[in-house]
């Protein structure tokens, strides 16, 4: 009986452990951003600055991680001259609320290049459970991920302030709908 638990012993310790490919984003490459409706029509904005830590490998999802920190202050739209307001306190306010996270907790395949992320969101102080559906294609050590996320902006308490008139909770002028979209490139690390 000794010999076995030395044996299982020895062998835990020279295998390897399973570890997930390593992957570096270009975050001059990339994108993440959202899309939301303003006066009925589409509004697009994005962040500047964010860091990613990726450990991926289709064949190995269980050791897989996704760990996305967002600077919201680098907040940037396609009408800058208002974005000093979306980014007060009646909107992201980013004063009190300078990061959003994105951490995975699970990840699977739902078809051959296309997977499913199940993370937490911490977003304007609120943490909520999120599905990432995205897909991935890999050619050597190079990587393009896409994906897009539906998620209720008045969840995690953005845009709930009244201003000129305007109940920022309300339907009326922002829609509560918005789509997260992800855009990455990334490289393997050796």
Do not use: C
């Not at 992957?23 to 993440?32: F, G, H, I, M, R």
């Not at 939301?36 to 269980?62: C, G, H, M, Q, Y």
């Not at 980014?87 to 051959?112: C, I, M, T, Y």
């Not at 897009?148 to 953005?158: A, I, N, T």
């Amino acid at each position: 009986m000794t010999r076995l638990i030395l044996l299982a012993a020895a062998i835990a310790l020279t295998s390897p452990v399973a570890q997930a490919a390593q992957w570096k984003v270009d975050a001059a490459k990339s994108t993440l951003g959202f899309v939301v409706s303003w006066d009925r029509e589409p509004f697009r904005a994005s962040f500047k600055r964010w860091t990613a830590t990726i450990d991926f490998d289709p064949a190995d999802l269980t050791h897989a991680k996704a760990d996305v920190t967002i600077d919201v202050a680098s907040y940037a739209s396609e009408d800058p001259e208002n974005d000093k307001y979306r980014v007060g306190p009646n909107g992201l306010d980013v004063r009190r609320f300078a990061q959003a996270k994105f951490v995975s907790k699970s990840f699977r395949e739902v078809s051959p290049g296309r997977y499913e992320a199940v993370a937490d969101l911490t977003l304007h102080g609120i943490t909520k459970e999120v599905k990432l559906p995205f897909t991935l294609a890999i050619n050597g050590s190079s990587a393009h991920m896409t994906g897009e996320l539906m998620l209720s902006r008045v969840d995690f308490g953005v845009g709930t302030g009244s201003t000129w008139g305007i109940d920022w909770a309300s339907e009326r002028s922002v829609s509560h709908a918005v789509k997260v979209t992800v855009d990455l490139l990334a490289t393997r690390m050796p």
